[in-house]
């Protein structure tokens, strides 16, 4: 792996160091029955941060989220959060400690109610935090506020993606992963979906994010990784990245 070198005169941002990570994958070997996609990932999230892995279609970057879900073997390596075993976990028991994905497909419950949906995100929690989880997810999303009583199928598909955000939050999550949250969305709900997710950082969340779109994903990103062929090949600050001639010839299209 290598990191970018700064651009004369810009001094990089501090790297934190991985003694101060929530999520550490180490020599991370996963993939699907005998065909291994990852072969030897290592990457780390400090608490607090937006770390984004980037890469061309079929490097892996799913698989990498699918395997911090649980819902992915692991073959070798380990993943760890908040020093626990993630990698020996069911992916209940993954949600339980904190760590909650989002998948690409959303996975909502088309013929409940928004309202429903939420409260579904909270299976895991106490009742006694429901409304509380529930004020916050409003505040982050007006538009379910007002779409509380209306089916998740018939909402537009930039609501389905904040709503899938939404019900993820209702878990309480202390990590929260994103696999491609702007996928299939117009430009203006693209920038209203990675502003929240900013807000969900400033929340206190920490934030493991996949994204076709490099260059906004960078854009709030404090670190991040490229992927190549299931291992990392680059890694930097989200402006170091997005100013290395490599990832802006190979994935900003520049
Ligand atoms: N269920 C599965 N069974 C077998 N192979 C799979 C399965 N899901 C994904 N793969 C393969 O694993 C490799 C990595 O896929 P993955 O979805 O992790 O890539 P990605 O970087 O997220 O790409 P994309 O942006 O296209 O989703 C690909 O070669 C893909 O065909």
Same mark, same amino acid.
């Given at each position: !792996?290598?990191?970018?070198?700064?651009?004369?005169?810009?001094?990089?941002?501090?790297?934190?160091?991985?003694? +101060?990570?929530?999520? *550490?994958?180490?020599?991370?070997?996963?993939?699907?029955?005998?065909?291994?996609?990852?072969?030897?990932?290592?990457?780390?999230?400090?608490?607090?941060?937006?770390?984004?892995?980037?890469?061309?279609?079929?490097?892996?970057?799913?698989?990498?989220?699918?395997?911090?879900?649980?819902?992915?073997?692991?073959?070798?390596?380990?993943?760890?959060?908040?020093?626990?075993?993630?990698?020996?976990?069911?992916?209940?028991?993954?949600?339980?400690?904190?760590?909650?994905?989002?998948? /690409? +497909?959303?996975? $909502?419950?088309? +013929?409940?109610? #928004?309202?429903?949906?939420?409260? !579904? =995100?909270?299976?895991?929690?106490?009742?006694?935090?429901?409304?509380?989880? $529930?004020?916050?997810?409003?505040? $982050?999303?007006?538009?379910?506020?007002?779409?509380?009583? /209306?089916?998740?199928?018939? !909402?537009?598909?930039? *609501?389905? *993606?904040?709503?899938?955000?939404?019900?993820?939050?209702?878990?309480?999550?202390?990590?929260?992963?994103?696999?491609?949250?702007?996928? =299939?969305?117009?430009?203006?709900?693209?920038?209203?979906?990675?502003?929240?997710?900013?807000?969900?950082?400033?929340?206190?969340?920490? #934030?493991?994010?996949?994204? /076709?779109?490099?260059? /906004?994903?960078?854009?709030?990103?404090?670190?991040?990784?490229?992927?190549?062929?299931?291992?990392?090949?680059?890694? =930097?600050?989200?402006?170091?990245?997005? +100013?290395?001639?490599?990832?802006?010839?190979?994935?900003?299209?520049?």
């Amino acid at each position: !792996m290598s990191t970018p070198t700064p651009a004369p005169g810009t001094a990089p941002a501090p790297h934190r160091p991985p003694g +101060d990570s929530l999520l *550490q994958l180490r020599d991370l070997h996963a993939g699907y029955r005998r065909l291994e996609i990852l072969h030897g990932l290592d990457l780390h999230v400090a608490r607090g941060e937006i770390v984004s892995l980037i890469g061309a279609n079929g490097a892996g970057k799913t698989t990498t989220l699918r395997a911090v879900a649980g819902l992915v073997s692991v073959t070798g390596g380990e993943i760890l959060f908040d020093g626990a075993a993630v990698h020996k976990m069911k992916p209940h028991q993954v949600v339980r400690a904190g760590l909650v994905h989002v998948a /690409q +497909d959303r996975a $909502l419950f088309g +013929d409940l109610q #928004v309202i429903e949906n939420l409260e !579904m =995100g909270a299976y895991s929690q106490p009742r006694s935090t429901v409304k509380a989880s $529930l004020e916050e997810v409003f505040d $982050l999303f007006p538009i379910l506020a007002a779409r509380r009583a /209306q089916k998740a199928e018939t !909402m537009s598909g930039g *609501q389905q *993606q904040m709503l899938a955000i939404g019900r993820a939050m209702m878990a309480r999550p202390t990590c929260l992963t994103l696999d491609e949250p702007s996928v =299939g969305l117009a430009p203006n709900l693209v920038a209203q979906v990675l502003e929240a997710i900013g807000r969900i950082r400033d929340s206190g969340v920490t #934030v493991l994010i996949v994204e /076709q779109n490099a260059s /906004q994903a960078l854009a709030i990103s404090d670190r991040a990784y490229v992927i190549e062929s299931g291992a990392i090949v680059l890694e =930097g600050t989200g402006a170091e990245l997005a +100013d290395d001639p490599r990832v802006r010839e190979a994935y900003l299209g520049v």
